[in-house]
């Protein structure tokens, strides 16, 4: 299953769920990351935390939304926004693409640099939790219209 995983400058929130769905599925989802403004870099940040965690982080990029709308692009079973609801960001939106959900979290890009570590942390364990919980759902098995539902139930639980 490929997954989209979208949000405003693709450098902290996006980068986390993509590498989380990737490295925690075994192999079930290949996680890809975009943003419609993309800062051109990954938050210091999110490596940090990330390599904290054990994942990789080479590779790993800020990159626009447009690159997925591209001939040969990879084909997207689900796009997922990941832009905090209350932050009053502009959420892009995957036209066309099968399933779409929203997982909102509040950016912690735009936290002070002295609260960097809480509000990524903070971040991370609200998606981590959220991956976890579709990751344990047999998404293999699912119709469009099931994994829709599961999605969304993930979502607003998390």
């Known amino acids: 299953m490929n997954i989209l995983v ?4 693709n450098s902290a929130r996006s980068i986390l769920l993509e590498s989380l769905l990737t490295h925690r599925s075994n ?22 935390l990330l390599a904290r965690e054990g994942f990789p982080t080479d590779g790993l990029s ?13 084909v997207m079973d689900a796009v997922i926004t990941v832009c905090g609801s209350a932050a009053g960001e502009e959420c892009p939106i995957w036209p066309g693409a099968p399933v779409r959900a929203h997982w909102g979290v509040e950016d912690p890009a735009a936290a002070l640099e002295a609260y960097w570590e809480e509000a990524f942390n903070l971040a991370y364990m609200r998606l981590s ?9 047999p998404i293999e098995d699912m119709t469009p ?8 139930e993930i979502g607003a639980q998390f």
Not at 6 to 9: D, P, R, S, V
Not at 129 to 137: F, S
Not at 145 to 152: A, F, G, I, R, S
Request: proline content about 7%; aromatic content about 6%; glycine content about 8%.
């Open 145 to 152: 219209t099931d994994l829709q539902k599961t999605l969304n």
């Open 129 to 137: 939790n959220r991956a976890a919980a579709l990751l344990d759902q």
């Open 6 to 9: 979208l949000c405003t400058g």
């Open 62 to 74: 800020s990159q626009s939304w447009d690159v997925y709308a591209e001939p040969g692009a990879p």
């Open 27 to 48: 192999g079930r989802i290949t996680a890809f990351s975009a943003g419609s403004k993309p800062s051109g870099k990954v938050h210091p940040q999110s490596l940090v």
